[in-house]
């Protein structure tokens, strides 16, 4: 049981390093200003819910996509460590380009589906964090995971309904110099990805999905 607890432990810190509710606060308030409280509420329900299943799907039968494909461990990690990493690196070089051009996009519903679940919630980086904590996960694992994902949107969906008074409180200033942090943890994380795939691709001779 105390393995489970410090593995649960793991996933969430990984899930919440690459999904930061607070680093996720100005994506949403450049994407929905526009809308009213009540419209803000439904936006944030639909992007969390539906970034939720994406990143299940993968969880649940990413090692059939695997197998379908002749996909790799090691090259995913490889790839997916990369991947992560320059999203780090972009976050510590704080370019705001993205959510800029992000704010020129017509107001509009569907912005909980794109870009808000995918790719700000369910991008690249939660879908290759999941995928890395399923590699030889049974049953329960899988079942953490699924929770710990669950839980990060249930915290990104709070923070975003409540995004106006956490900017007030914490302060834009303060909003910048967390999101760095966490370009810092991501990049991190995605490095120790690249080089678990390095080791895992080169110096271990038999490895399984």
């Known amino acids: 049981m105390e393995n489970v607890w410090l593995f ?7 899930f919440f390093a690459i999904n930061s509710p607070i680093g996720n606060i ?3 308030i450049s994407l929905t200003k526009q809308a009213d409280r009540k419209t803000r509420k439904n936006i944030s329900k639909k992007a969390t819910f539906t970034a939720f299943i994406i990143v299940s799907g993968f969880v649940i ?7 379908l494909f002749g ?9 997916g460590g990369l991947l992560i990493f320059f999203v780090g690196f972009e976050m ?9 051009n992000q704010s020129e996009i017509n107001f509009n519903e569907g912005i909980s589906t794109s870009p808000l679940a995918i790719p700000i919630l369910a991008g690249p980086g939660s879908i290759v964090t999941a995928m890395n904590y399923t590699t030889n996960a049974g049953y329960l694992e899988l079942l953490v995971i699924l929770v710990m ?17 956490l900017v007030r409180f914490i302060g834009q200033n303060k909003i910048v110099v967390i999101e760095k942090i966490m370009g ?6 995605g490095t120790n990805m690249l080089i678990q795939g390095i080791k895992l691709a080169f110096f271990t001779e038999d490895f399984q999905l």
Do not use: C
């Open 71 to 79: 996909l790799t461990i090691p090259a995913f990690k490889i790839t």
């Open 149 to 165: 994902f669950g839980l990060i949107m249930w915290l990104n969906h709070l923070a975003f309904i409540s995004s106006d008074y």
């Open 92 to 100: 510590i070089r704080a370019q705001e380009a993205s959510i800029d």
């Open 8 to 14: 649960a432990i793991a996933v969430f810190t990984g």
């Open 26 to 28: 100005p994506v949403f």
């Open 61 to 67: 039968l990413g090692k059939y996509i695997f197998s």
């Open 184 to 189: 810092l943890i991501i990049a991190i994380i």
